[in-house]
Structure formats: structure tokens, C-alpha cells
């Protein structure tokens, strides 16, 4: 799978986090998916996006997420959640976020989450510097599905195609 060369972080589903039937809360997908996504700034790129708050006043907020389920994560079940940048502008960035098993042959969701770069002491957008936009040209990974659905069944194909071989 193609997908496999981005970052990727193992997670365990944890009880706290699961509704009566033992399935992680369609709402505790997205603190995992981010949570990994912060991880893989920090691990792959050297971005800290807290620090950076603290140091310059900015960093990004979210503007708009849409993810799909399409097989449920379990309590103690170990998951894997793979991230990239797969668009950008001068004031935002659009993150994809997969989360699958842990031997990687189903998808469990597909994230899609736009940032917007936010000056936290003039409260507005601003832009990226010359520094980020460099970074954000070299990390990212474009791709040609224009919306979530068609993006999540390519994926999914993609693992099946890997199981194939």
C-alpha cells in the first residue's frame, strides 16, 4: 500500500473510551486521529505546534473536519493511525488521518481535517512563513479524490490489493 510510507503511531483502544457495546465513540475517533497527528508533527518533522503557540503566538485551529467509520475499533484492540498533508494554501492545511488494525488490512476511519494557521494575539488567520510554507511544500502528498467517499474506498482497495499479493 502507497500509504504506508507516511508516519504511522500504534494506539491502544482504551475502556474509558468505548460505549456499552465495546466500540470506540464515534467522538474518541477523532482524539486519537489528532492526538496522532500532533505525535507524527513532533516525531517527523519537528513541529510543535504547542510550543510554537507559546513562542510566537501561533498555530493552527481546526476550521473543518468530516471523517467516515467503516469498521469499528474495540476496547484493548491495537490500532495503527497513519497521517499526511494532502493540501495546503497560504493560511490553512488539510490533514488526512487513517486509522486501521493493527496488521493494517482494514481501515477502521478516514479522517479529513483542514487547519487554519491562527494568530492567537491578533485573533485571525494569518499566513505562513517562508520557513512553514518550505516545510509544507516538502511533506506534502497530493492526492486526486475530491471528496472523503471516493478517498476512503480507494484506500480501501489499496489494502486489498497488499492482501492480494
Not at 34 to 53: K, S, T, V
Not at 135 to 151: A, C, D, F, G, W
Amino acid at each position: 500500500m502507497t500509504y504506508n510510507k507516511q508516519p504511522i503511531t500504534e494506539k491502544i483502544i482504551r475502556f474509558q473510551d468505548c460505549d456499552p457495546f465495546g466500540h470506540l465513540n464515534n467522538s474518541k475517533y477523532l482524539d486519537y486521529m489528532i492526538n496522532a497527528r500532533e505525535d507524527h508533527l513532533i516525531e517527523e518533522y519537528g513541529l510543535n505546534i504547542f510550543n510554537m503557540a507559546k513562542q510566537h503566538g501561533k498555530s493552527w485551529v481546526v476550521g473543518h473536519s468530516e471523517i467516515v467509520y467503516l469498521k469499528p475499533a474495540v476496547v484493548m484492540e491495537k490500532v495503527k493511525v497513519q497521517s499526511r498533508l494532502i493540501d495546503f494554501s497560504d493560511r490553512s492545511v488539510k490533514a488526512e488521518i487513517v486509522m486501521l488494525d493493527s496488521n493494517e488490512e482494514h481501515i477502521k476511519a478516514v479522517l479529513w481535517s483542514k487547519f487554519v494557521h491562527y494568530d492567537l494575539k491578533a485573533l485571525k488567520s494569518t499566513a505562513h512563513s517562508a520557513d512553514l510554507s518550505e516545510l509544507l511544500e516538502k511533506v506534502h502528498v497530493p492526492i486526486e479524490e475530491q471528496t472523503l467517499e471516493l478517498r476512503a474506498k480507494k484506500l480501501v482497495e489499496e489494502v486489498r490489493q497488499v492482501q492480494k499479493v
